[in-house]
């Protein structure tokens, strides 16, 4: 279902009832915004999108079930007109950047006045990418731009198996704990190991996890 004749219709998905009530009473004061739904879940949001598909998603990123990272991402793929503006509290480069990865259009935080989130949404709403105050002071235009597109990551050259045992020495396993996981020997992760290192001109697993954390890699959820 497309909108409600000229209102922008929004879809506001977060587990605890009071944020979604005063979100709602913020959007009261655009007489163009109009809330049609509310769900507590990940679960519930893609229940609801099967009845009805607004015209944005306001997304806070931790939710039970199915996370605001993995709702995101299945809302890119499968509603890809669907705006969708993250809510949260979480302020480290690690969440904005597997956000935009994700392909979320904007980047609000909860501690954001009432102000901002009109701001936040009319942006979003004229095809921009949104960032909270709270953060833009960090990121330039071009981070920004690198991880909304998947294909100007560090990380979209590395094969399935290399992307598992970067996830896990990130995590903090020994070769040998990687390899029991992944049903591998210890030497064919120590092989991975070697060519993520000269992928990315690194001398050892600590300078790979440190590039990982800088680079947005790590999933926070």
Same mark, same amino acid.
């Given at each position: 279902m497309e909108g409600d004749g000229k209102r922008y219709t929004i879809l506001l998905a977060d587990d605890h009832v009071l944020i979604r009530h005063g979100v709602k009473n913020i959007l009261k004061q655009d007489d163009g915004l109009k809330v049609v739904g509310e769900v507590s879940n990940g679960e519930e949001l893609m229940e609801f999108l099967k009845q009805m598909v607004p015209d944005l998603i306001i997304l806070d990123i931790s939710m039970p079930k199915i996370?605001?990272?993995?709702?995101?991402?299945?809302?890119?793929?499968?509603?890809?007109?669907?705006?969708?503006?993250?809510?949260?509290?979480?302020?480290?480069?690690?969440?904005?950047?597997?956000?935009?990865?994700?392909?979320?259009?904007? =980047?609000?935080?909860?501690?954001? !006045? /009432?102000?901002?989130?009109?701001?936040? $949404?009319?942006?979003? %709403?004229?095809?921009? &990418? =949104?960032?909270?105050?709270?953060? !833009? /002071?960090?990121?330039?235009?071009?981070? $920004?731009?690198?991880? %909304?597109?998947?294909? &100007?990551?560090?990380?979209?050259?590395?094969?399935?198996?290399?992307?598992?045992?970067?996830?896990?020495?990130?995590?903090?396993?020994?070769?040998?704990?990687?390899?029991?996981k992944l049903c591998l020997s210890p030497r064919t992760v120590d092989h991975h190991r070697s060519k993520l290192l000269k992928k990315f001109n690194l001398r050892n697993s600590a300078d790979l996890v440190s590039f990982a954390v800088r680079n947005g890699f790590v999933n926070p959820e």
């Open positions: 996370s605001g990272m993995e709702a995101v991402s299945y809302v890119k793929r499968v509603y890809p007109q669907v705006k969708v503006l993250m809510l949260t509290m979480h302020k480290t480069k690690q969440y904005f950047y597997h956000s935009m990865s994700c392909g979320a259009d904007g =980047y609000l935080m909860k501690d954001d !006045s /009432d102000e901002e989130l009109l701001f936040a $949404i009319r942006k979003v %709403r004229d095809g921009k &990418t =949104y960032i909270s105050p709270i953060l !833009s /002071d960090d990121f330039t235009s071009d981070v $920004i731009s690198a991880h %909304r597109n998947h294909r &100007t990551t560090p990380f979209q050259g590395l094969t399935k198996r290399e992307y598992e045992v970067l996830q896990l020495v990130v995590e903090g396993y020994t070769s040998k704990d990687v390899a029991e």
